[in-house]
């Protein structure tokens, strides 16, 4: 069983930036497809960005230039690299990982992290 922790939320102010972390207990780079998601208070769940077991990388289009999504296969870890946040980008942040990335995009990952939190102010 994969467990997933991340870090590095917290509360910054807009215009700042914030890098987030998911450590892996096992390895799953190269099999697997591994994504953010986010989830504002009141709204559905939705994915940020995406990184194939190839190392190709997709963002919905509201972080496009301003998120990075990248990964260390050594150290089993995702991370996210968030530059010039916005308040509208607060929200809980969960990494996920499946082999299918088709049930990565569908929402429905086999592992799912805990969560960590952002807040933007503005």
């Known amino acids: 069983q994969v467990q997933l922790v991340e870090s590095g939320g917290g509360s910054v102010q807009a215009g700042g930036s914030l890098r987030l972390s998911c450590a892996a207990s096992?390895?799953?780079?190269?099999?697997?497809?591994m994504a953010w998601f986010r989830q504002a208070s009141g709204k559905e769940r939705e994915p940020v960005a995406v990184?194939?077991?190839?190392?190709?990388?997709s963002y919905v289009g509201s972080v496009k230039g301003r998120f990075t999504i990248s990964k260390d296969n050594v150290k089993n870890t995702l991370y996210l690299q968030m530059n010039s946040l916005k308040p509208e980008d607060s929200a809980m942040y969960y990494c996920?990982?499946?082999?299918?990335?088709?049930?990565?995009?569908?929402?429905?990952?086999?592992?799912w992290g805990q969560g960590t939190q952002v807040t933007v102010s503005s």
């Open positions: 990184i194939d077991s190839d190392g190709t990388d």
């Open positions: 096992t390895y799953t780079g190269r099999s697997a497809c």
């Open positions: 996920a990982a499946d082999s299918s990335r088709g049930r990565v995009m569908s929402g429905v990952s086999k592992h």
